[in-house]
């Protein structure tokens, strides 16, 4: 069974740039996270979607970030304008429904890094 | 609300000998658990869950975890480290509603030779 993918790994910009992270979740998974780790903490959740409607997006700076799963498959999660702060590693995350007993499978993740 | 804390940043233990990561978590309801393992440049992996089953949990790689509801822990334990277990651990509390993760800040789990 294929994993959580993402793409790109790494990314390099400029301050104020736009950029943007691409998740495939594993099939047949309804619900898709989207987590920003920064250096040396645990993840934090940005925006959960439950198929392609969005049940939690309380943590999502929305001034600047966007998050988008358009026929509740794949997710695409952009920044714009990048601020240096938001250098960090993003992590997709699926599972196959939202029950307090489901298991979360993450992706590689992609690592940001704002010069 | 939910929390969760991680009393250790860092754990350092020589090959063979055992492994104790401690875990402490704070929720209103009855909430499920979770480690999760990060190696370096790798997506996190589940080690193992605890559901309101077993309180003893026992996961992938011989690690295994026990629930304790009176001192609110799930700390996480291996009765023999390999130099393969080096990586980051992460302690995880769930929410009521929708799945919400909350995770700790990590525990580096090193192995020396």
């Known amino acids: 069974e294929a994993g959580v993918a993402q793409s790109p790994r790494y990314k390099i910009i400029e301050k104020r740039q736009s950029v943007a992270f691409w998740c495939n979740p594993i099939s047949g998974h309804a619900t898709l996270y989207w987590y920003q780790q920064i250096l040396g903490q645990g993840p934090k959740l940005l925006i959960q979607f439950q198929n392609n409607g969005v049940v939690d997006d309380s943590q999502l700076p929305k001034d600047r970030f966007s998050a988008e799963r358009l026929k509740g498959v794949d997710s695409t999660l952009k920044i714009q304008p990048a601020k240096l702060e938001d250098s960090a590693v993003y992590l997709c995350?699926?599972?196959?429904?939202?029950?307090?007993?489901?298991?979360?499978?993450f992706g590689p993740g992609t690592r940001l890094l704002v010069l | 609300a939910q929390s969760v804390t991680q009393l250790d940043s860092h754990v350092s233990v020589s090959e063979g000998t055992p492994v104790l990561l401690r875990c402490n978590y704070s929720?209103?309801?009855?909430?499920?658990l979770f480690w999760y393992v990060q190696h370096p440049n790798k997506g996190l992996q589940l080690l193992l869950k605890?559901?309101?089953?077993?309180?003893l949990v026992k996961g992938i790689n011989g690690f295994e975890a026990e629930f304790k509801k009176s001192e609110t822990s799930f700390h996480l334990t291996k009765p023999s480290a390999h130099m393969s277990d080096a990586a980051e651990y992460f302690c995880v509390v769930t929410a009521y509603n929708f799945n919400k993760f909350y995770f700790g800040s990590g525990t580096k789990l090193n192995v020396k030779p």
């Open positions: 995350a699926s599972s196959l429904g939202s029950g307090i007993q489901e298991t979360q499978y």
């Open positions: 605890y559901t309101s089953a077993a309180t």
């Open positions: 929720s209103s309801y009855s909430p499920s």
